[in-house]
């Protein structure tokens, strides 16, 4: 039953493992896509460039809470970082605008808030206050 047990228990570290290299693997392709650097979602992220370049490599375990933020900044699902395909996704290309929307959220929090204020003063403007 020891021995079981110790399959096991390799077994599961040999599927996580597995899991955490695609993930990473996935995490390196669509930041590449986006044309960021490990430095620049490191800072989108919270995180060090040595903790996205560990994600990457499969080295370190993308936490659960993180997955938010990581696919915000990857402007995809979770699903998609997840290697989930959605049902039923739409074809074509992005809407102007959800690109422009992708775009600024990773600039620099700094410059996310500067856009977000201009697009508050247009828009009260436009809607008469």
């Given at each position: ?59 370190r375990r993308v936490t659960v809470s993180m997955l ?33 929307l992708e775009r600024i ?25």
């Open positions: 039953m020891h021995a079981l047990g110790v399959d096991w228990i390799g077994m599961i570290a040999r599927e996580d493992r597995r899991f955490f290299i695609e993930l990473g693997e996935r995490i390196a392709q669509l930041r590449k896509e986006h044309g960021l650097t490990q430095a620049q979602l490191a800072e989108l992220l919270g995180v060090s460039q040595q903790q996205v370049a560990s994600f990457e490599a499969g080295r938010p933020a990581l696919a915000r900044a990857l402007a995809v699902p979770i699903e998609a970082l997840l290697g989930h395909k959605p049902e039923g996704a739409k074809r074509g290309p992005t809407p102007k605008l959800q690109q422009q959220s990773r600039l620099p929090r700094a410059r996310q808030r500067f856009v977000m204020e201009m697009l508050d003063a247009a828009l009260s403007q436009t809607s008469g206050g």
